[in-house]
């Protein structure tokens, strides 16, 4: 079940919260107008687009939106339920068969690729099989996550490029016009925006939403190959108490203590 990760928009905002108190302490609220220009906007929330816009395809960058609302939402996995949920299946299997399975999977499996894995079993299928079709889809999944992280990745490296840009042309401005000394002062900071803004676009949203996207990828990834290993220790018959020491030895030995006192509720980046 996703639900909303409170992390990041907080993350986000006190990242801006800081920018604009270093701001206010050195030079009064007065200056916080002087760092709101919209031609620096322009420049690097222009570029970045225009960059993708060549980097990328129209079918990718339609998924800028879904991929960006990941962001936003956390995935808990709760493996003490996945570890019972798979000693369950195996003892019924046991007991009753393979096929005694399928009947149990619409009412006690909400997982679509447990459900997959168990049918696949169900319908007698090599355990060499199977492994290969999970993990197909595993790997079709990172695939999938990696193309879409790309693009935060990718304007992470265009933004900080853009930002210079808009300095040199503000710089080459400032440069054609030197009779006024007074001036250059004030022209050298507008010139210095850009910058800042390519610089705060990178290491605030774009690579830190990239980076947190792999880490949710790495984390799925990992419970899948749990999952998978549950599925083929069920097809092969494997005891429901040796199945289920083999699946703890996917978790941690500093988390085994809450594992054995059996405390749900274990998040996604805490795996």
């Given at each position: ?9 907080i ?62 939402r ?44 168990v049918?696949?079993a ?57 009779e006024?000394?007074?001036t ?85 980046h805490?795996?």
């Amino acid at each position: 079940m996703k639900k909303l990760d409170l992390f990041t928009p907080i993350g986000l905002i006190l990242g801006l919260v800081v920018v604009g108190l270093a701001i206010y302490f050195n030079a009064g609220i007065d200056a916080v107008s002087l760092f709101m220009q919209l031609a620096s906007v322009f420049i690097v929330f222009g570029g970045v687009s225009a960059a993708l816009l060549v980097n990328f395809s129209a079918r990718d960058l339609k998924k800028f939106p879904m991929i960006l609302k990941e962001a936003f939402r956390h995935r808990e996995y709760d493996l003490q339920e996945l570890n019972e949920t798979f000693v369950m299946l195996a003892k019924k299997a046991r007991k009753e068969g393979l096929l005694a399975l399928e009947s149990q999977l619409d009412g006690d499996v909400e997982d679509p690729f447990i459900r997959k894995g168990v049918r696949l079993a169900v319908d007698g299928i090599e355990p060499e099989m199977i492994q290969d079709i999970l993990m197909a889809e595993v790997v079709s999944m990172e695939e999938r996550h990696r193309r879409g992280r790309r693009i935060f990745e990718r304007a992470g490296e265009f933004a900080p490029a853009w930002g210079m840009v808009g300095t040199i042309v503000a710089l080459v401005i400032m440069l054609n016009d030197l009779e006024d000394p007074t001036t250059l002062g004030p022209a050298m900071a507008l010139a210095m925006l850009t910058t800042l803004y390519g610089a705060v676009l990178t290491n605030l949203f774009f690579n830190p939403i990239a980076s947190k996207l792999e880490n949710k990828t790495e984390t799925e990834v990992f419970v899948n190959q749990i999952m998978i290993e549950g599925i083929i220790g069920i097809q092969s018959g494997q005891n429901p108490h040796i199945l289920e020491e083999k699946l703890r030895a996917f978790i941690r030995e500093e988390r085994k203590p809450e594992y054995d006192v059996r405390e749900s509720g274990v998040l996604a980046h805490e795996v």
